[in-house]
């Protein structure tokens, strides 16, 4: 069975390299699952047809068969149940997996992503620094210790953390953490996620050259 | 096999009604589970012993056997699959669990609670306010159209997401999505819901008493 993932067809340069079909492209990369890419118009998603597959309008989306769900960490999870790559099988190993790809969402990105949406509009001091700081100093001391975050070997939580961290301005940040540096240094590392991402350029890309042709002829 | 849920001994009143074990508590009630509780010091809970159980310095963290996790949206997927009274079984009623728990953690906790934290120092204008209204809006239009999150009946998803909107602040900004409110409201009425909370209460009321006791005999 084939799985489709849903992204948009199109989207500005700034995302690019960032859209959030990427942390399914890359799992699906790592366990060697083939896959489809899905596209919703930029311009249609929020429109009903993508509403009723995506309640906030956002990408991705997921298709396995009979079966779809929305959410990336929600795909990770479901991914993850079909490839041991990507999370072990043992009660311990997979519960690590799912606290950490937790931890990524709910700890890490929850602060992550406002703080980032905050520094948008460059205010003279950001609300959330303090708090990001004391998130990536915890984080900091737990890679400081291993290699990987769950069950002693790569997962689908280093996979989503390093997805989490690499966002530029957080990379940026992280020259007061080595440890966090060189965590997400080698998961980007890794030949699925070059792949992966240079995947996602390439779709973004030739919908670039689509567009301009349209606009030729048009 | 008894679980056990971990929390703090003591919180000052702010918190409590809302420390996250509540949500552990409340999955617990509804399918019947049995559980203890065990206490870490609050005053203990940035030291090396806990900091080992759950490396953000937070609760809850959850014991089942051999098998011990932190961040409550992982320990509420594992308890999820012990019961069906918590998630179906069928894979499409699985998946939109799991989604609308994600989407709970990652959709609107993660613009809800930064929200929340920066409200508490009263700035003239909230740079999180239009974020949060754009997902209520969207989440008000899909439970204007059923009464649960995912495959048609009471899941985690439908108790996690209550717990994230009960938030007095948050039910103050409900004011606008009436379907929100009563989402909110009927999960909110659930008798395992009202046992989980009262036991939380109560839970932190009797520490009160013991430091009192220890504070007259000291």
Redesign the interface.
């Given at each position: 069975m084939t799985l489709t993932i849903w992204t948009y067809d199109w989207v500005p340069p700034p995302p690019r390299g960032h859209v959030r079909d990427l942390r399914l492209r890359w799992a699906c990369e790592e366990a060697g699952l083939p896959y489809r890419i899905a596209a919703v118009r930029f311009e249609d998603r929020t429109g009903p047809d993508h509403?009723a597959r995506q309640?906030?309008?956002?990408v991705p989306v997921l298709q396995d068969g009979?079966?779809?769900?929305?959410?990336?960490?929600?795909?990770l999870?479901?991914l993850a149940e079909k490839s041991e790559s990507l999370m072990p099988r043992d009660?311990?190993g997979r519960?690590?997996t799912?606290?950490w790809?937790?931890?990524g969402?709910?700890?890490v990105?929850?602060?992550s992503?406002?703080?980032w949406?905050?520094g948008l509009?460059n205010?003279p001091e950001n609300?959330?620094e303090g708090?990001l700081s004391a998130?990536l100093s915890?984080?900091e001391?737990?890679v400081a210790q291993r290699d990987h975050l769950a069950a002693g070997r790569f997962t689908v939580a280093d996979l989503l953390m390093a997805d989490i961290l690499r966002v530029p301005k957080l990379r940026a940040a992280l020259i007061d953490y080595p440890a966090l540096q060189a965590f997400t240094a080698r998961q980007l590392d890794r030949p699925a996620f070059r792949k992966a991402h240079q995947d996602q350029l390439d779709h973004f890309a030739s919908a670039d050259a689509a567009r301009d042709a349209a606009r030729a002829k048009g």
């Amino acid at each position: 069975m084939t799985l489709t993932i849903w992204t948009y067809d199109w989207v500005p340069p700034p995302p690019r390299g960032h859209v959030r079909d990427l942390r399914l492209r890359w799992a699906c990369e790592e366990a060697g699952l083939p896959y489809r890419i899905a596209a919703v118009r930029f311009e249609d998603r929020t429109g009903p047809d993508h509403i009723a597959r995506q309640p906030f309008a956002q990408v991705p989306v997921l298709q396995d068969g009979e079966v779809r769900l929305f959410e990336s960490g929600a795909c990770l999870l479901h991914l993850a149940e079909k490839s041991e790559s990507l999370m072990p099988r043992d009660p311990q190993g997979r519960a690590e997996t799912q606290e950490w790809l937790i931890a990524g969402l709910n700890s890490v990105e929850m602060v992550s992503v406002p703080w980032w949406f905050i520094g948008l509009s460059n205010p003279p001091e950001n609300p959330l620094e303090g708090w990001l700081s004391a998130r990536l100093s915890r984080l900091e001391a737990v890679v400081a210790q291993r290699d990987h975050l769950a069950a002693g070997r790569f997962t689908v939580a280093d996979l989503l953390m390093a997805d989490i961290l690499r966002v530029p301005k957080l990379r940026a940040a992280l020259i007061d953490y080595p440890a966090l540096q060189a965590f997400t240094a080698r998961q980007l590392d890794r030949p699925a996620f070059r792949k992966a991402h240079q995947d996602q350029l390439d779709h973004f890309a030739s919908a670039d050259a689509a567009r301009d042709a349209a606009r030729a002829k048009g």
